[in-house]
């Protein structure tokens, strides 16, 4: 497994990440990394006076492992841990190596050599980890609470092989084989499309022939590009190929842009998908729509694969081929939401590229889809 991004690479603990970092009252040998912020006791005049300077009680311990009532992890609040404190986790949530005990497990596929037009996906994972900070505990609009009853924790990246794609394909499957193997949900940060192509073929060995909830620009249902089978034009191509996909029941809602055959949703139709391309979408709450997916959906196991390139690239500019007049953060909210009540067996948000995104906005985006996507998780308590 890769790291994530600790000082030079260094391995995390537990003790520096609930106690040392987070704690003045006990520093262990985590301390290291606060050393340097570390101040010398002086006596200042305004301590022996009321006010705002005067000394403060020490921040209690952070929430960081569990909560006060159970064993599940919960994310710190800012009220008592600084926001930019801590190793850049996913929604701040603890680190651990294996997906062993948990229920939902938040993991980065940092690839993006299957890209067409510009790189730089292989980013993401860190660029939305990095902005899932601000992304806090409930979801006050759908009253979910994910850690009232979901184990959910950080695994970190697959080790891709940036110079095979082949070979990072077999990586990713076998990975993902491990965490479906131990019954936990994997929330995948992307990488461009490509990935979702392994990722599925864990689900399909487990689960059998599976529904799709997909969101994105283009239908990803190419044959070849350059002579190869394997990019992220192609990964539900090979789904198909491969009898990943239960056909009847996929959608593919957000799909645009200029094309190279005069009807280049021929294929997904063919296979019994339903395309749903953006015009359909356009101002328009897409509530009643994800009324019909969700029957269509039924309760058999299903997978969001959602690309952040399906909203518009106002919203999300951060990413490798963008199309122009696509959904708004809000329709993304309609879907995700919309599939509450599914049987959601897996979910992704991919093609976040960072080098694009000078705002962070994109992956901002993508750390509070990929939040949305936890609170629709089967068995999640709404509050
Ligand atoms: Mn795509």
Same mark, same amino acid.
């Given at each position: ?6 000082l030079l690479r260094l391995p995390t603990c537990a003790r ?8 003045? $009252?006990? %520093?262990?040998?985590? &301390?290291?990394?606060?050393? #340097? ?7 200042? =005049? @305004? +301590? *022996? ?6 000394? $403060?009680? %020490?921040?209690?311990? &952070?929430?960081?492992?569990? #909560? ?7 994310? =710190? @609040? +800012? *009220? ?17 190596? #294996? ?285």
């Amino acid at each position: 497994m890769a790291r994530l991004s600790s000082l030079l690479r260094l391995p995390t603990c537990a003790r520096g990440l609930s106690g040392g970092f987070f704690s003045s $009252r006990c %520093p262990g040998r985590g &301390a290291v990394r606060a050393a #340097s912020a570390h101040v010398p006791q002086t006596t200042h =005049p @305004s +301590a *022996e006076r009321p006010g705002l300077l005067s000394p $403060r009680a %020490p921040l209690p311990c &952070a929430p960081y492992r569990t #909560s006060s009532r159970t064993t599940l992890n919960v994310p =710190p @609040s +800012a *009220e008592t841990v600084a926001r930019p404190a801590g190793i850049c986790t996913m929604l701040k949530l603890p680190f651990q190596e #294996s997906s062993k005990g948990l229920d939902a497990a938040f993991i980065g596929v940092p690839l993006d050599t299957g890209t067409s037009n510009r790189p730089g996906a292989r980013f993401g994972p860190r660029h939305i980890r990095a902005e899932s900070a601000m992304v806090r505990r409930h979801n006050a609009s759908t009253g979910a609470a994910p850690y009232h009853s979901l184990m959910v924790a950080d695994i970190g990246d697959v080790n891709v092989n940036l110079y095979n794609l082949p070979d990072s394909c077999q990586r990713i499957r076998q990975k993902y084989k491990e965490i479906v193997d131990a019954d936990c949900i994997p929330l995948t940060l992307g990488g461009d499309h490509t990935i979702t192509y392994p990722i599925l073929q864990a689900m399909a060995e487990k689960y059998g022939p599976i529904g799709l909830v997909h969101v994105d620009a283009h239908t990803d249902t190419g044959d070849t590009a350059l002579g190869e089978k394997i990019y992220h034009g192609t990964p539900f191509r090979r789904c198909v190929d491969e009898r990943l996909l239960d056909c009847e029941r996929v959608v593919q809602i957000g799909i645009r842009g200029s094309c190279y055959s005069p009807d280049p949703y021929k294929y997904s139709r063919d296979q019994g998908f339903r395309v749903v391309p953006a015009e359909d979408c356009w101002l328009k709450s897409l509530v009643p729509l994800m009324g019909e997916v969700r029957k269509q959906m039924g309760d058999k196991p299903v997978y969001i694969s959602f690309d952040i390139d399906g909203l518009d690239p106002a919203f999300a500019p951060g990413t490798g081929t963008p199309e122009i007049a696509g959904l708004t953060p809000s329709q993304g909210l309609e879907i995700i939401r919309g599939c509450q009540g599914l049987n959601v067996v897996g979910c992704d948000l991919v093609e976040v590229s960072p080098i694009y995104d000078s705002s962070g906005n994109t992956a901002l985006m993508g750390a509070n889809l990929l939040f949305e996507m936890l609170c629709v998780l089967p068995g999640v308590k709404m509050l």
